[in-house]
């Protein structure tokens, strides 16, 4: 294990530009007066915007006029946010950048080197103001983890001690980790990649418990049900814990994750206070909707939203992008059934489109043919309405996440 702190050279000049604005300290911390909601889009040119609301119930926005532009560019699928600040890897750089929207610009104000990392396979915050990282650097065939003190940008990086990917599987994806008093539950698999297009997935779900902090390894347990856990969730959820304390996972197969679309679509569960797989539950979505699934959330009594594929109304992986197919279903987990939700066709395959408030679900869609808007679903009574429309030539609500929790 190691202790690395950035240089901060890159950001002296920002820091300089905002003294007039900002004292020292309150360069660290979140601005004074903020609003509740961000939200993330990509316009039909590819340009990337964040625009910041109080309400995503009613009204118009355009984020296009009115947001910020991002640079770089689709740094969206990597993006952590969290009391304000927007937390992604330079994937060049290896450099963790803690930033800001300020003066209508996404400004870097501290970064913390994490030698080794390309790329973000799962984060868990372990404290309000720690994160816990987990990335496989292919080309060096390393699973490494770090764990970061946001407020210092302090990162402690060490192996995570898991079997490598070995024979014909050169990646390993831990989609999930799970952190109870003194270990951590993750789930992951491998993956054999030769290009982005090119690639499967393993035919076996492992759970691993490690204890904590000293990730010892202690036990494995594979399951060949479903394949792919958790997903990657910096881009989207596919994991939650329920109000009782269970812990619920979604196995990812379909052609968009895992690429091995023989497996089911499947929803896990581990109780509280438990350690492995329990052996009564296994929610098999495939064999309800005929389809492969990706993203879920926990929307409270029992019930979980999902996002289906239409696997009539695409062709192959690029089609999956771009063309509406996908459909919203509500899951109940205690009878196992599905019921979808009469909502316009979206797209996209990894969104972060969904918010729980208040007993109201917001659901952020992209329709060719319906717009860009924010719909609300109350689960007490079934119904749907608009909220929020998002104007402009708009392709995709990549994100929708409150900058401040309540």
Sequence with gaps: MCFKKSPITFIVAFIVGLTS?????????????HKKYSIYVMAKDYKEYIIHTDDISTGKI?????????????????????????????????YLIKSVITNNSLQPIDSVLLNGFVYLDNY??????????????KKLNKLQYAKVNVNDMKAQIGIFPLPKPTGIYNSISVGFSNFL????VVGYTYHAISTPQNYQTSDTAFVSILTYPALKLIKTQKDTRSTYPGGIN????????????????LACPGIALGNNPNKPTAM???RKGQESLDSSFFFNISASIKNHAYGMWDIGDGKAILRSERKDLFTGFEDHYKVPHVEFYVADLVKQIL?????????????????????LVYISLNSDTGGNNIWIYNPKDGSLKKGLQLEGPIDYILRIERLYED
């Design 268 to 270: 896990y569960r581990i």
């Design 124 to 137: 868990s915050w372990v404290h309000p103001d720690s994160i816990f990282l987990i990335s496989h650097n």
């Design 21 to 33: 604005l900002l004292s020292c300290s309150e360069s660290k911390d979140a601005p004074a007066k």
């Design 234 to 249: 910096t881009a989207q959820p596919n994991t939650f814990t329920a109000q009782n304390g269970d812990f619920y996972f």
């Design 62 to 94: 355009n984020p296009i006029e009115e947001g910020t532009r991002v640079f770089p560019k689709q740094i969206w699928y990597d993006l952590i946010v969290k009391n304000g600040f927007y937390y992604r890897l330079g994937r060049k750089s290896q």
């Design 339 to 359: 019921k979808k939700l009469d909502l316009p066709l979206d797209k996209g395959t990894s969104r972060r489109c969904v918010l729980v408030e208040h007993g």
């Design 181 to 184: 008093t003194n270990k951590v």
